[in-house]
């Protein structure tokens, strides 16, 4: 059974960096097959896809986030991050790290999830 | 504002059937049968109930189905239970990024 789980600090401030770790267990990043993703729900709000990368380290992002997005894999740790520069309040959300197949949305496993909150 | 919209709320009495439309553009939902639905309930992770419009991934159970038609894509809920109250979301791809849809919030009555 593959699980996710998402970790890093709770709270950041405004116009620093967010930093997210995905600890993958039960299936290895680096047998491929799979896409690595980011998603996140600002409160009380619907889902963003943030973006995803692969095991070879190709990465597709959200055209939106783009210019400050940054999604790396560690298969060495069987763990995938992301780094958000230059956040806002507008960052606040649950940010959800998930697993998919075809890099289509289908995303079939989920970690719990993680709120980040923006703030001075 | 989300690119798919979807009905904010729907309810169904148990034993009964609903259907939760998304509707988007040539570009996403009419463009690809990469249509998927996501259950959500409070608090828990969103889970894949369907995916290439009207697949179910293993363990989903038969009452959900999904089709497709033009622009819109549905999710159908049959023999409605207590346990399918919860947020629905779909999600498409498109060419350059993967869209989700506002939510519909079903109420069990």
């Known amino acids: 059974q593959v699980q996710l789980q998402e970790s890093g600090p709770g709270l950041v401030k405004p116009s620093q960096t967010l930093s997210l770790t995905c600890t993958v267990s039960?299936?290895?990043?680096?047998?491929?097959?799979?896409?690595w993703s980011w998603i996140r729900q600002h409160p009380g709000k619907g889902l963003e896809w943030i973006g995803y990368?692969?095991?070879?380290?190709?990465?597709y992002y959200n055209p939106s986030l783009k210019s400050r997005l940054t999604i790396s894999v560690d298969t060495s740790k069987n763990q995938f991050s992301l780094k958000l520069s230059s956040v806002t309040a507008a960052d606040t959300a649950v940010y959800y790290c998930?697993?998919?197949?075809?890099?289509?949305?289908?995303?079939?496993?989920w970690g719990q999830g993680t709120l980040v909150t923006v703030s001075s | 504002q989300s690119a798919l919209t979807q009905p904010a709320s729907v309810s169904g009495s148990p034993g009964q059937s609903i259907t939760i439309s998304c509707t988007g553009t040539?570009?996403?939902?009419?463009?690809?049968?990469?249509v998927s639905w996501y259950q959500q309930h409070p608090g828990k992770a969103p889970k894949l109930m369907i995916y290439?419009?009207?697949t179910r991934p293993s363990g989903v159970s038969n009452r959900f189905s999904g089709s497709k038609s033009g622009n819109t894509a549905s999710l159908t809920i049959s023999g409605l239970q207590a346990e399918d109250e919860a947020d629905y979301y779909c999600?498409?791809?498109?060419?350059?990024?993967?869209?989700f849809g506002g939510g519909t919030k079903l109420t069990v009555l």
């Open positions: 039960g299936g290895s990043i680096s047998s491929g097959g799979y896409y």
């Open positions: 990368i692969y095991y070879s380290g190709s990465t």
């Open positions: 290439e419009v009207n």
């Open positions: 998930a697993r998919t197949l075809s890099g289509y949305s289908d995303f079939d496993y």
């Open positions: 999600s498409s791809y498109t060419s350059s990024t993967l869209e």
């Open positions: 040539s570009s996403d939902v009419g463009g690809y049968n990469y």
